[in-house]
């Protein structure tokens, strides 16, 4: 196993979900001064990476005593609680209520987008996607987009989407079987592993009935996978990979495939949780004629969650909080799906 990619787990904060919750509360730091130095750990110790300057913003993931981890563009680093202004950040609501009558929905996330439907007062939503200004929202009888500030949050309610939901993770590849080889010789089956690892502990948390395809290091054939989903009351099969080009060591980014077109929505529901929370390179949803697919008789998708063999990507998915936003990118799309389709 990746010794880099273990410790990162090993100290991943749990993700603070909340019942009926998609996003979770996350931590962002803005510079207070210019040239201020970020350093590989937390003390004045530690080698110098980089500087930064006043206004710099970046997503904080862990705190120890005066120092701050903060997600560089390529790793992590730390820099001093003197120097940096820490703010929580909004969570996004999973149902809306509209405060206004005849309060316009567009058909994007502008004004320059024509406006389609007009909304009730009192008329309500569910939240499939928050960015910038906009949130994207559906009813049984419109989809649409509004802006932020025209509606109002709902509380959420003591029950889950994910209550009694059976879902199946199906980590890739696996004892003997490595998968990719990334650019510094990380494995794929070692990241499959702990990201399913991870998705499982915090679908569990939200009352999923969550089982693992291989829940160990072993060499599962792809036929005995499928049957463990068939044969099991699944709701959802997620099958995780991370992807490699060799000889193309810039590519990047997150796609989704599914094989069956009433798939095609659990996909793209996923990809675009992914994308909203990860803010990766989008690669799209794709059909894809994957066996643990195409003979899955559940709603099965496969996700390709980076590329190892972009050493930059491959540094990033090692880190503490990418992790956290693939994993939170995930749900997000399984709680859009589960709301609106199941």
Do not use: C
Not at 136 to 163: C, D, M, Q, R, V
Not at 184 to 199: H, I
């Amino acid at each position: 196993m990746n010794k880099r990619i273990a410790s990162a787990f090993i100290s991943l904060m749990i993700i603070s979900l909340h019942w009926d919750m998609p996003v979770a509360a996350e931590q962002q730091g803005t510079v207070t001064e210019n040239n201020v130095t970020v350093r590989r750990g937390p003390g004045t110790d530690f080698q110098k990476i980089t500087q930064t300057n006043e206004g710099d913003t970046y997503t904080v993931t862990q705190q120890q005593s005066k120092w701050v981890e903060i997600q560089l563009d390529n790793g992590a680093g730390w820099i001093h609680t003197n120097y940096i202004n820490i703010d929580e950040v909004a969570i996004t609501p999973t149902k809306i209520t509209i405060p206004n009558p005849n309060t316009q929905i567009r058909s994007g996330p502008s004004t320059d987008d024509p406006i389609s439907h007009f909304a009730d007062k009192g008329s309500t939503f569910n939240v499939i996607s928050s960015g910038g200004d906009w949130y994207e929202i559906k009813n049984e009888a419109i989809h649409g987009y509004i802006y932020k500030s025209l509606t109002k949050a709902i509380p959420n309610s003591s029950k889950s989407n994910f209550t009694n939901k059976s879902i199946v993770i199906d980590a890739g590849h696996g004892g003997r079987d490595v998968g990719a080889i990334g650019a510094t010789e990380t494995l794929e089956k070692d990241v499959t592993f702990l990201t399913a690892q991870e998705l499982k502990k915090e679908l569990t948390m939200l009352g999923a009935d969550v089982r693992l395809t291989r829940p160990r290091d072993d060499f599962i054939p792809l036929n005995s996978r499928i049957s463990y989903s068939n044969n099991f009351k699944t709701d959802v099969f997620i099958s995780l990979h991370y992807n490699s080009v060799p000889g193309l060591p810039n590519v990047t980014g997150i796609e989704s495939y599914y094989f069956q077109d009433n798939n095609q929505d659990l996909a793209s529901l996923i990809q675009k949780g992914l994308i909203n929370a990860t803010q990766s390179d989008d690669r799209g949803t794709s059909f894809g004629d994957y066996l643990v697919l195409r003979q899955n008789m559940k709603s099965a998708i496969l996700i390709e969650l980076g590329f190892i063999s972009n050493q930059a990507e491959e540094s990033r998915l090692q880190t503490t909080m990418y992790q956290k936003q693939l994993v939170s990118g995930i749900i997000q799309g399984l709680w859009a799906y589960f709301a609106n389709y199941k």
